[in-house]
């Protein structure tokens, strides 16, 4: 039902190929059906008379029949194709534009594999289907009736092979399919298994290596692997099976007609040509019922993989996007109001009941152990995600009814895992702001204090970066991103924990020179270094959730535990060093 649906719906705007695929279908199995009495015409009238006259109008005739055929034949096949590629571009746009639009709840609740998966390859099995179904669906059907029709006209006599071998053969196929099916089924879900494995292998390659995984994880693979391998063993056999009994069906009936058909031409009770017809027509009819079967066989297959796509179709953001917008916020002050929060599932809200604000020109400094709850809190400022209770403003709007274009142009967020896109340098540092000039991108690589690196590399700006960054180090990476969201000139900035990969004197000269750049934006800085966050003019405190303390650094040495405690850890160990 959901197939039927999602097809249907989506073969709405190419009703005139479809229209086509029909009209030509038709002309062209008709043309087909008439040809073998055309034959037996030619052989009755025009060889067993010799009348050669006969022979010569009525080959011109059979001529011109099987051009229209096949000239519309492949028209067919022509709107057919079209029509399911264009069905099967338009459902993969449509997945990823639904992708695109969902909340980062919704992606984790999925998982980036099946979603891969279902936009590329089950997208494709509909498709399939799809193409399948225009090829046969009107040819099949006109075969079977007109070819059983033109069969017993030639000659009814014979009738009753075609009521034992149409079965025969319907009955053969239906069973290899019905033990097909669930295997089909089967290799869907090893296919995905099989990725999934796959994918976070090479996504998590150098720490497989780095611990010595390797046995273990070519086990799983080996296992993923082997299951696959199975089921597909098994779908091969019955394949292996099914190409010999259906031609032994197709022979037996061929000696069948030409036995009785033969008896019945030496009683005189039949001509030859209309045993050759007859013989035509009955193969006809044995492919067009092996075809629709086929096409039956795709059905479960599509289904799951349509439910799989619908699935998607159907999510709905958990985050409205509004349309008619607001005022852009122009400032830059960022307030918490009572916030609440907690990832789906579980038990306990990660952030609990947190205010502050956080003022344009200042620089507001998050510290807290790890898993505290920084990155949440951050990620909340950008709407990542929504809170459960409570309201993120900036501005005093709050970031729900602003569009993501114009969260993004305020806000300017340096994530805790670094992420670059395949590229150029340059094509990633102008991911903020596309029309940067190089002088812009330079002058954000100084402040980031990259500028060294990239002058060092061959093709300085230009110089390509693989997916995800791997191709620099983990420092190299952190700066380019800092750079990207200097070149966009947010209103607010945040970095999460973004200098923790740099060396203390790096640290304290870019801290330097953001605090020219920024100017009267908005600074939060989640740092695990208090010393990179002494001169904050306002440090948050946050334990389990929860903001423990605010005020200075002087202020919080004097009167917050919790404070005093990661200072004191992180003085000692460099008193130690
Ligand atoms: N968490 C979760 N689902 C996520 C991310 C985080 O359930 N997708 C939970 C974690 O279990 C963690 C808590 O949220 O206990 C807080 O995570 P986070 O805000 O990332 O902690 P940070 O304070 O940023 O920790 P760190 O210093 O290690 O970055
Ligand atoms: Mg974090």
């Known amino acids: 039902?959901?197939?039927?649906?999602?097809?249907?719906?989506?073969?709405?705007?190419?009703?005139?190929?479809?229209?086509?695929?029909?009209?030509?279908?038709?002309?062209?199995?008709?043309?087909?059906?008439?040809?073998?009495?055309?034959?037996?015409?030619?052989?009755?009238?025009?060889?067993?008379?010799?009348?050669?006259?006969?022979?010569?109008?009525?080959?011109?005739?059979?001529?011109?029949?099987?051009?229209?055929?096949?000239?519309?034949?492949?028209?067919?096949?022509?709107?057919?194709?079209?029509?399911?590629?264009?069905?099967?571009?338009?459902?993969?746009?449509?997945?990823?534009?639904?992708?695109?639009?969902?909340?980062?709840?919704?992606?984790?609740?999925?998982?980036?594999?099946?979603?891969?998966?279902?936009?590329?390859?089950?997208?494709?099995?509909?498709?399939?289907?799809?193409?399948?179904?225009?090829?046969?669906?009107?040819?099949?059907?006109?075969?079977?009736?007109?070819?059983?029709?033109?069969?017993?006209?030639?000659?009814?006599?014979?009738?009753?092979?075609?009521?034992?071998?149409v079965p025969l053969l319907f009955v053969i196929v239906g069973f290899l399919v019905y033990l097909l099916m669930p295997l089909f089924r089967l290799m869907q879900d090893r296919i995905d298994g099989i990725n999934s494995v796959l994918r976070e292998q090479i996504v998590g390659i150098r720490v497989v290596r780095a611990f010595v995984r390797e046995p273990f994880e070519s086990e799983r693979y080996r296992t993923a692997n082997e299951n696959l391998t199975r089921v597909s063993v098994r779908v091969g056999n019955i394949f292996v099976l099914m190409f010999p009994v259906i031609m032994m069906v197709l022979h037996l009936a061929t000696a069948a007609v030409l036995w009785f058909g033969g008896h019945r031409v030496d009683t005189g009770e039949m001509q030859i040509g209309s045993l050759t017809a007859f013989l035509q027509y009955l193969l006809q009819i044995l492919m067009a019922v092996m075809m629709g079967v086929f096409m039956v066989m795709m059905i479960p297959r599509a289904v799951v993989c349509a439910e799989r796509i619908q699935d998607v179709l159907s999510t709905e953001s958990?985050?409205?996007?509004?349309?008619?917008?607001?005022?852009?916020?122009?400032?830059?002050?960022?307030?918490?109001?009572?916030?609440?929060?907690?990832?789906?599932?579980?038990?306990?809200?990660?952030?609990?009941?947190?205010?502050?604000?956080?003022?344009?020109?200042?620089?507001?400094?998050?510290?807290?152990?790890?898993?505290?709850?920084?990155?949440?809190?951050?990620?909340?400022?950008?709407?990542?995600?929504?809170?459960?209770?409570?309201?993120?403003?900036?501005?005093?709007?709050?970031?729900?009814?602003?569009?993501?274009?114009?969260?993004?142009?305020?806000?300017?967020?340096?994530?805790?895992?670094?992420?670059?896109?395949s590229g150029t340098i340059a094509s990633n540092l102008r991911f903020g702001r596309a029309s940067a000039t190089d002088d812009d991108l330079w002058e954000a690589l100084r402040v980031a204090q990259g500028e060294d690196f990239v002058r060092n590399k061959a093709k300085g700006l230009d110089d390509p970066i693989s997916q995800g960054g791997t191709n620099v180090s983990g420092g190299q990476r952190q700066r380019l991103c800092i750079a990207r969201a200097l070149v966009a000139k947010p209103r607010v900035y945040l970095f999460d924990d973004s200098f923790s990969a740099l060396d203390v004197s790096t640290d304290a000269r870019l801290r330097e020179a953001l605090g020219e750049v920024t100017g009267d934006a908005t600074v939060i800085i989640v740092a695990q270094r208090v010393s990179s966050i002494t001169d904050a003019d306002q440090i948050l405190v946050v334990d389990d959730g929860v903001i423990v303390g605010r005020g200075t650094h002087e202020e919080l040495v004097e009167r917050n535990e919790t404070y005093r405690q990661i200072v004191e850890s992180q003085l000692s160990v460099q008193e130690v060093a």
């Open 318 to 421: 958990s985050q409205l996007i509004p349309d008619a917008s607001v005022a852009t916020p122009a400032v830059g002050l960022v307030e918490f109001r009572n916030v609440t929060f907690g990832y789906p599932g579980a038990e306990r809200p990660v952030l609990d009941n947190v205010s502050f604000t956080a003022e344009p020109g200042k620089t507001t400094a998050i510290v807290g152990s790890t898993g505290a709850g920084k990155t949440s809190l951050i990620n909340l400022i950008p709407r990542l995600y929504d809170p459960q209770q409570g309201e993120v403003l900036i501005d005093g709007v709050p970031v729900s009814s602003l569009t993501r274009a114009q969260v993004s142009s305020v806000v300017g967020l340096v994530s805790q895992k670094p992420y670059l896109f």
């Open 1 to 165: 039902m959901v197939l039927v649906s999602l097809v249907l719906q989506h073969a709405k705007p190419y009703k005139a190929w479809i229209a086509a695929v029909f009209v030509l279908q038709l002309i062209s199995t008709i043309a087909a059906l008439y040809l073998p009495s055309l034959n037996a015409q030619i052989i009755d009238k025009g060889i067993s008379m010799g009348d050669s006259g006969f022979i010569w109008s009525t080959g011109m005739v059979m001529l011109v029949v099987c051009l229209v055929q096949v000239v519309t034949a492949i028209g067919g096949i022509y709107f057919g194709a079209r029509t399911a590629m264009a069905i099967g571009r338009d459902l993969r746009r449509e997945v990823y534009r639904k992708v695109d639009s969902l909340s980062a709840l919704e992606l984790g609740r999925f998982g980036t594999a099946t979603l891969i998966t279902r936009g590329t390859n089950d997208v494709q099995q509909v498709q399939m289907l799809v193409l399948m179904t225009l090829n046969f669906m009107v040819s099949t059907p006109i075969m079977c009736i007109g070819g059983i029709v033109m069969a017993l006209r030639e000659d009814a006599g014979l009738s009753w092979l075609v009521w034992v071998s």
